[in-house]
């Protein structure tokens, strides 16, 4: 990194757009990622995160727009003159150069003298000291993966671009590369932008999420704020699950919002409500709702919906997932922890469901309650 | 239990020995035919070099293992050698800088052109060997319009020709065997990831870094085998000097012709035929070695 200059290296997106014939793959963006964050670029398949990537890698131009490192417009620089690395969704090792000459190639292009040093290092901190002149195909996917995060990463980029780069890996291998991921980003401090359409993979990594969706942001911020403040239905549904029911708004006014749920009174506070008039979605996270035997729940200072009968339980380990039929319908999801101090309900079973004020929140009726939702088909 | 994981065991190493036994089988044809219509002439060939000299056509040859035949061929046709394997030298590496770029555009540029491209460089193929060369003949004529162009801009001199020279016998090589250079040369970099030279551009290569460092060495391959089907043709060609050349230009390839078909000195053509083939083989086992294919993936 450039020792001399101490002003901020954040990257930003000025109202970016690309688009591909009538199609814009990316709408309007703007966008600003603080030097040294984790960064996710989340979305299912087609929403645009790619594209961003490649711009910023310098691999696609911009149709409209600016892309900006600290004060340095690099919009029309080659992707050979920018201070940014890409890890590659299918790696792109050279086969015909040893794992050595694949991470020091870098380097070498930029005719940096102490390169063998440097890769040695790079190739230590990758762990892959002992495999460094065998070439790509000797070595197994995870260990591949780190050739090309070592390659990129020993060039010291102000930017980082990370395009699914575990996305070839088996689930367990994932988990770890998400760990060691983290780690090294930590240790040396350089800025990733990482896309992926795995939203637990966001959650365990970033401290920024960016949720995309038809080319634009949906919502960004701390994984945590998204997860329980989702702003729109597709990200209550694309990150976890939410039980979204439509309801009528009875009184805006306060800190509490209080909304018609088919007859029954919920309350929630007033800065998750996203809408204030006419009638929105209530949400609620299945693993925050309490399921009780009909009647033996206080009313208290919790919401309570009364009225349901449990039609499905599935037992999974540490967690019993139940689908409640409620009076008006709709099937609730709930997920309860095998704690053991009560025996599972069992189809049929009338319950009430509770759950805290502070844990609903209000989405604009006009939003698809389905958006986001993940079907089997989109799970690759 | 025991008795059927038993069973099912040696019904498992049965098939495997039958799928073995299946894959042997599927050689043999190839191996048949290899044998019987190569291995069997290249031994009477080799006999054929060790018969006695003085034998004749009319008196029938015998089998005296005269290695002086070696020695003769040799010794009154080793400017021959030199020649074809200068020609044939030329020829591959004039073939190999027209063809590259060719394949390079049709392979990285062509589109949806591509297969009308590749369709046009074999497209000489549907026309005879021998008509194309003897076409060349009027391209290259005294009095035709390549001469006349370059008598124009002065290239050649007054009463210089292209016929008849090294020239037309070289660029009749170049022209033949192009397609043998140019489809291993595309079947090569047809294959070479796209990601991989961005991958080189994100790491600082311009594009001409790009292609020395990634592009050309994954074309390694095909530039092996697309020299190699070339060189090798090319030095046993006859049909170019023959046609398009003088004896000045012959190149082994005419005598062991003249020596098979018309003096019918049989013990000399094999003889030639032989260390032409040798030549040729060590020639091709030390160029492959330095290009060192067997490293590449």
Redesign the interface.
């Known amino acids: 990194m450039d020792e001399v200059s101490s002003d901020r290296r954040d990257l930003h997106l000025e109202r970016v757009t690309k688009r591909f014939g009538d199609f814009a793959a990316v709408d309007d963006l703007t966008l600003t990622v603080p030097q040294g964050s984790f960064f996710a670029l989340l979305g299912p398949s087609g929403c645009g995160k790619t594209t961003t990537l490649r711009m910023v890698a310098g691999l696609e131009e911009p149709t409209q727009g600016r892309v900006l490192i600290g004060e340095e417009d690099i919009t029309g620089l080659r992707p050979y003159k920018r201070p940014v690395n890409t890890v590659f969704q299918s790696y792109a090792l050279f086969p015909h150069l040893t794992i050595f000459e694949n991470v020091a190639f870098g380097l070498r292009r930029r005719g940096v003298k102490d390169y063998k040093a440097k890769t040695e290092q790079m190739l230590e901190l990758v762990q892959l000291a002992p495999y460094g002149a065998r070439k790509p195909a000797q070595l197994s996917g995870g260990q591949q993966q780190r050739v090309a995060l070592g390659r990129a990463l020993i060039n010291e980029p102000g930017v980082l671009l990370l395009d699914e780069p575990l996305g070839a890996l088996d689930l367990k291998l994932r988990r770890q590369m998400q760990i060691e991921l983290k780690r090294i980003q930590t240790d040396i401090g350089i800025t990733f932008v990482h896309v992926t359409h795995d939203q637990e993979e966001a959650m365990t990594m970033a401290d920024t999420i960016a949720v995309m969706n038809h080319g634009v942001i949906e919502q960004m911020g701390a994984p945590g704020d998204l997860y329980e403040n989702p702003q729109t239905t597709f990200v209550a549904n694309f990150l976890g699950q939410s039980n979204l029911i439509l309801s009528g708004v009875t009184d805006p006014a306060g800190d509490t919002v209080v909304v018609d749920c088919h007859g029954q009174k919920v309350g929630l506070d007033a800065a998750r409500a996203h809408t204030t008039n006419g009638q929105g979605w209530l949400g609620v996270r299945p693993e925050k709702i309490f399921a009780s035997a009909a009647g033996t729940e206080d009313h208290g200072d919790v919401n309570l919906l009364t009225g349901g009968r449990v039609t499905d339980v599935s037992f999974n380990g540490v967690s019993t997932q139940y689908l409640v039929g409620m009076p008006w319908g709709q099937e609730l999801m709930v997920f309860e922890q095998n704690t053991g101090r009560r025996a599972p309900f069992r189809n049929g079973d009338g319950v009430d469901l509770a759950w805290s004020r502070s844990h609903s929140f209000l989405l604009d009726a006009v939003q698809d309650a389905h958006a986001g939702v993940i079907t089997p088909e989109d799970a690759e | 239990m025991t008795a059927m994981a038993g069973a099912s065991d040696a019904a498992v190493a049965g098939e495997t020995a039958r799928r073995r036994g299946r894959g042997w089988l599927l050689l043999v044809p190839g191996m048949l035919y290899l044998a019987v219509f190569f291995l069997y002439p290249a031994v009477q060939l080799f006999l054929t070099s060790l018969y006695d000299p003085s034998g004749s056509y009319e008196t029938g040859y015998a089998l005296t293992w005269h290695f002086g035949n070696y020695v003769d061929a040799i010794s009154s046709t080793w400017n021959l050698f030199v020649r074809s394997f200068l020609y044939a030298g030329i020829a591959t590496v004039v073939c190999l800088a027209l063809s590259y770029p060719l394949a390079y555009a049709i392979a990285f540029k062509a589109g949806r052109w591509k297969n009308v491209m590749l369709v046009l460089v074999i497209a000489p193929f549907f026309t005879s060997f021998l008509l194309r060369t003897l076409s060349w003949r009027t391209i290259l004529a005294d009095q035709g319009p390549v001469t006349g162009f370059l008598h124009a801009i002065a290239v050649l001199p007054e009463h210089g020709r292209l016929l008849a020279t090294p020239v037309a016998v070289i660029a009749g090589l170049i022209y033949n065997f192009l397609p043998f250079m140019t489809l291993p040369l595309y079947a090569s970099l047809d294959k070479v990831?796209h990601?991989?030279i961005?991958?080189?551009?994100?790491?600082?290569?311009?594009p001409f870094?790009?292609f020395r460092?990634?592009t050309f060495?994954?074309s390694l391959p095909g530039v092996v085998s697309g020299t190699l089907l070339t060189f090798i043709p090319a030095c046993g060609d006859y049909i170019n000097a023959e046609l398009l050349g003088t004896p000045k230009q012959y190149m082994v390839g005419n005598r062991i012709q003249s020596a098979f078909l018309t003096e019918h000195n049989y013990p000399l053509a094999a003889s030639l035929s032989i260390v032409l083939m040798a030549v040729v083989v060590v020639m091709v086992v030390l160029y492959v070695r330095r290009a060192g294919t067997e490293e590449?993936?």
């Open positions: 990831d990601r991989l961005e991958a080189a551009g994100d790491l600082y290569s311009n870094t790009g460092k990634v060495p994954l590449l993936v």
